[in-house]
């Protein structure tokens, strides 16, 4: 319970930071991403963060199969992690932890 509680305490700060940043952006997104892709230092970094997020994307994959659970309940995750990378699986983390608990406790 502590784990899921403290991982989607995460994801609310995070959510609610990314919504605040964008909405006082002064560009869309992917202007923001051409730019960012525009110089190499800060390529690097979107770079290594989209490493991780496909990573992300296949452990989410792998654990969703080893649960024997139907790709399109992880789609969603895929798309949001797509777009703003650690929510995506952050989000997993969350769903599947309390799903867990829940589960836990129905016996």
Do not use: H
Not at 11 to 24: C, E, G, H, I, R
Not at 30 to 46: H, K, R, W
């Amino acid at each position: 319970m502590k784990k899921s509680v403290l991982l989607l305490i995460v994801l609310l700060a995070f959510t609610a930071y990314t919504a605040f940043v964008m909405s006082q952006a002064e560009q869309s997104l992917v202007d923001f991403g051409i730019e960012l892709m525009s110089n190499l230092d800060t390529a690097q970094v979107v770079i290594a963060l989209y490493i991780l997020a496909v990573l992300s994307c296949i452990w989410m994959y792998q654990d969703n199969k080893s649960r024997k659970k139907p790709f399109i309940i992880i789609v969603p995750y895929i798309a949001i992690t797509a777009v703003f990378v650690s929510i995506g699986p952050l989000l997993y983390l969350v769903v599947k932890g309390f799903s867990k608990e829940q589960g836990a406790g129905a016996t």
